[in-house]
């Protein structure tokens, strides 16, 4: 392993056999000064991102889509080939190893997804999951090896847009919902979790949850617009906000476009398009912490020259205190009886998850402050608007993130971008709380 001498094939970097020292070393000193190649890890974020591109320049890589097989064949391809031992568990989240001199420790663990948005960006999950990648790499290359092993993942469906709920493998992995729960999750298509792994050759055999961790960091674009505006580097992440979905179904009457008067109509569309201003209307009374989103509108048999009849809806809710999620369902049920009875609708709002808001790890938070700090990188401390797998984790494990910026802070769009510099310096701090975390003294 690191630090013997061995030849690994670089082909995926630069095509040149390297041997690498042969002294095993886990110095402070050597660690400390280690630094990712941030062209590398630049040229792996372009490589990854021909599998499912867009015309427009982003991605469109579903959770266990064929091109999120693509994806994950590439990814254990390239663990493998920096001699990590790949596994995946029952719901497809991969998983490789590198060996530490404890093998008695649990794993510090970092990564994220590669399953995007239809919409989505080039590195929303990727960064993470790549820069943990380039820090194997790095590792590899110094010939460093850590007390405690690492442990690089790839969460499946972090991004809940196919399948519901949003980060769904890391769920199961922290107990929040059963292996066979998630197995018979169906998409808009009826397609079971299970059968779209099957599809792309990802049901693995470990059980979900089986895999040790001792303490988990992922990195991840800001996905909003504070570090951008503030001009920081890097983000100190405290914790993650709550989260509350929602599916809704309103049942009106198809009738005639041209021979029913408006006043006779039960028109669901309409009857939406109200609810989604209360919804608006709701948050923004909430401000400036509470964010509503209707995501996701169907007219149930669309036509152009009938009345909408029946509309199915998503709503998506979000605050960094429960007391603020809970008064926004309140407040948005409370609105729905007079929209009905007023339009003759029927309106049914059905909760299908929520996350309580999740503070991280003080421990880790702190070796994520003290990395940028010795990197000299500007910093704040902030709490993650959108969800992450650390969310999930942070529930069982040592937990906490490390976000760099993204142009105008924004996300869940093909436009996003960030720089190589900011993704190399937030590939840098991975590094080095990583090893912080990895060589610390046994607990
Ligand atoms: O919804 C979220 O916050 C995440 O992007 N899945
Ligand atoms: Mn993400
Ligand atoms: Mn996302």
Redesign the pocket.
């Known amino acids: 392993m690191a630090g013997t001498a061995e030849t690994h094939s670089t082909a995926e970097t630069h095509g040149t056999a390297k041997t690498y020292g042969t002294a095993k070393t886990h110095g402070t000193a050597k660690t400390h000064n280690l630094r990712i190649d941030g062209a590398r890890l630049w040229s792996t974020i372009l490589e990854t991102a021909e599998f499912g591109a867009t015309p427009a320049g982003g991605l469109n890589r579903l959770t266990l889509s064929p091109e999120d097989g693509q994806v994950r064949d590439w990814f254990r391809n390239a663990c493998e080939a920096a001699g990590l031992a790949v596994r995946v568990d029952a719901l497809g989240t991969q998983y490789a190893l590198r060996p530490g001199r404890d093998g008695t420790r649990a794993p510090v663990a970092f990564g994220s997804h590669l399953d995007t948005q239809p919409t989505g960006g080039r590195f929303?999950g990727i960064l993470g999951v790549l820069a943990g990648l380039e820090a194997m790499r790095s590792l590899n290359e110094a010939g460093v090896e850590t007390e405690a092993p690492l442990l690089l993942v790839n969460w499946t469906n972090?991004?809940?847009s196919r399948f519901a709920p949003?980060?769904m493998a890391s769920a199961a992995y922290a107990g929040d919902f059963t292996t066979d729960e998630i197995l018979a999750k169906t998409d808009a298509a009826g397609i079971s979790v299970g059968a779209a792994l099957d599809a792309i050759g990802y049901r693995g055999a470990e059980p979900v949850g089986a895999q040790a961790i001792g303490a988990f960091v992922e990195l991840h674009i800001e996905?909003g617009p504070i570090l951008e505006a503030e001009g920081k580097t890097i983000g100190v992440v405290e914790g993650g906000q709550g989260?509350a979905w929602f599916d809704g179904t309103i049942t009106g009457f198809e009738s005639h476009a041209g021979s029913t008067p408006m006043p006779r109509r039960r028109d669901a569309l309409l009857g939406l398009s109200e609810i989604a201003l209360a919804v608006e209307r709701i948050a923004l009374a909430h401000a400036p912490t509470a964010v509503a989103t209707v995501g996701e509108a169907v007219i149930g048999a669309p036509s152009r020259n009938v009345v909408p009849g029946l509309v199915r809806f998503t709503l998506?809710v979000r605050d960094p205190t429960s007391e603020v999620l809970d008064a926004i369902e309140a407040e948005v049920r409370a609105a729905l009886p007079e929209i009905a009875g007023r339009r003759r609708l029927a309106i049914d709002l059905t909760r299908i998850w929520r996350k309580a808001p999740v503070p991280f790890d003080p421990t880790v938070i702190a070796a994520v402050d003290a990395a940028a700090e010795g990197l000299g990188l500007a910093r704040r401390r902030m709490v993650s608007g959108?969800?992450?797998d650390a969310c999930n984790l942070a529930g069982r494990v040592p937990t906490a993130m490390i976000f760099v910026p993204c142009k105008d802070g924004v996300s869940?769009n093909e436009s996003e971008s960030a720089t190589q510099p900011d993704c190399a310096a937030g590939a840098d701090v991975l590094l080095q709380t990583v090893l912080t975390l990895a060589n610390a003294p046994r607990a």
């Open positions: 929303d972090e991004e809940g949003a980060m996905q989260i998506d959108a969800g992450h869940h």
